[in-house]
């Protein structure tokens, strides 16, 4: 990494500060509304502070501003003066802060949801922002923190780590099971209808594999909503492709050919560097492996069988 050269008086603590919390954010319009600042006031601490240093701490990136080496560094020196600004009110909540996450839609309702619950016993302050995405893991991570993704991601610059696997079956609602009948052999569900994502949508290779086993059946509803591939399940719509996890929390849901049907899939966590400076990023990341000890049961498909 490149030595800071300084031209003239030292970095303002403020624009460090400023600059952390862009990098954080990704955005200046963001950072400024977390620091009660308009664009052209973080725009100008920023120059004052690429001034102080000799260089530019920030470059523009596919889906916003990411750091340069300078910015790096320089923001290891903004996260020290965050702590000894927080270190002068022993009083306040020990953390505070937003942490923001890329998530499927499935994680973030059954794990992130009930783990930044948790998290809030303790911090009150720390809130969660969650951007639910079907997707593959970023080059950039823009505006967020934290990225779940569904199989081994392949990243730069950035930590990648295995969370816990799950299980997708097989399931119908007892009513269209009643309706149609009951396969008794894999062979009968060719031209069956399927509920399940978007093929021409989705970017995911691990959840588009998963299909290996419905290829003779029939795309009844599609969806980029793991959600709604439930409820249209139980609705009648088809047999639906589901996470476990999810569909075993309804009982008109039958599951079935479980030994022939249960296709397990990782989840990965992805972060930036810094963000696993952040004391709120690693407190919600304990919380996130708490929960998911916690549900590893239902997880696999183990909570309940038919």
Request: charged residues 20%.
């Given at each position: ?5 300084q ?71 903004a996260?020290?003066?965050?702590r ?23 994680f ?49 610059r950035a ?29 009968e ?28 059946m ?33 009982d ?9 049907i ?12 810094e963000?696993?400076?952040q ?17 590893s ?10």
């Open positions: 990494m490149p030595a800071l050269t031209h003239g008086p030292p970095p303002s603590p403020d624009d460090l500060l400023v600059l952390l919390a862009v990098a954080r954010a990704g955005r200046f319009t963001t950072a400024g509304a977390e620091l009660g600042l308009n664009h052209t006031t973080i725009a100008r601490r920023i120059g004052a502070l690429e001034a102080a240093l000799g260089g530019r701490v920030l470059a523009r990136g596919v889906a916003g501003w990411v750091l340069t080496p300078i910015g790096e560094h320089a923001v290891s020196a996260e020290g003066v965050e000894a600004l927080g270190s002068l009110s022993p009083d306040a909540p020990s953390l505070s802060g937003v942490v923001r996450l890329s998530a499927t839609d499935g973030s309702g059954f794990i992130a949801s009930p783990a930044i619950v948790e998290v809030r016993r303790a911090h009150p302050d720390v809130s969660l922002e969650i951007v639910a995405a079907t997707r593959r893991a970023a080059q950039q991570r823009v505006g967020v923190d934290l990225e779940v993704v569904v199989g081994r991601p392949h990243v730069h930590e990648a780590i295995h969370l816990a696997d799950y299980a997708l079956g097989l399931y119908a609602s007892r009513a269209f099971l009643e309706r149609r009948g009951i396969p008794r052999s894999l062979e569900l060719n031209g069956a209808p399927l509920v399940y994502f978007i093929e021409s949508m989705l970017q995911v290779d691990a959840l588009d594999e998963a299909r290996r086993s419905t290829l003779g029939l795309d009844a509803v599609s969806s980029t909503n793991v959600y709604v591939h439930v409820d249209a399940t139980r609705a009648g719509a088809g047999f639906g492709l589901l996470p476990a996890f999810l569909a075993d929390q309804h008109d849901l039958v599951r079935l050919f479980t030994d022939e249960d296709e397990r899939l990782p989840y990965w966590l992805v972060c930036r560097p963000a696993l400076r004391p709120t990023v690693l407190a919600f990341i304990g919380a996130l492996h708490a929960r998911i000890a916690a549900v049961e239902e997880l696999l498909g183990n909570g309940r069988r038919h």
